[in-house]
């Protein structure tokens, strides 16, 4: 996972993410670590059922459950915790490397 820091502007993304699978239960867990400074406390996370395998209503997580919230924009996935809310471009998991390149230079372009 890339969290690049904005550079003034508004729009964009944080971040972008290429997880291994489209389990979200499986790859969610181990993304936590890389924000959760930022969050503080994470409390939803918005998704879109476009981009992975079944949801349900949360995810589970070291710190506890974290509720989900389906609907997002496909292709994005948002982390809203006390602090701060965060949204990370998504690479699809079977993207070949020239693909997720170019998607993630769109994104941290954009």
């Known amino acids: 996972m890339l969290l690049p820091r904005r550079i003034g ?15 979200l239960n499986a790859e969610f867990p181990n993304a936590i670590p890389a924000v959760g400074v930022r969050l503080d406390e994470l409390r939803l ?16 997580t070291a710190d506890g459950p974290v509720a989900t919230m389906l609907g997002n924009t496909p292709g994005f996935i ?27 230079g769109f994104l941290l372009n954009t």
């Open 9 to 23: 502007g508004h729009g964009g993304v944080d971040g972008v993410w290429w997880p291994r699978s489209r389990n």
């Open 45 to 60: 996370l918005q998704a879109s059922t476009s981009d992975w395998d079944p949801i349900g209503r949360q995810i589970r």
């Open 78 to 104: 948002t982390l809203i915790g006390t602090n701060a809310t965060i949204t990370f471009g998504l690479i699809r998991p079977d993207s070949p490397d020239d693909e997720a390149l170019i998607r993630t």
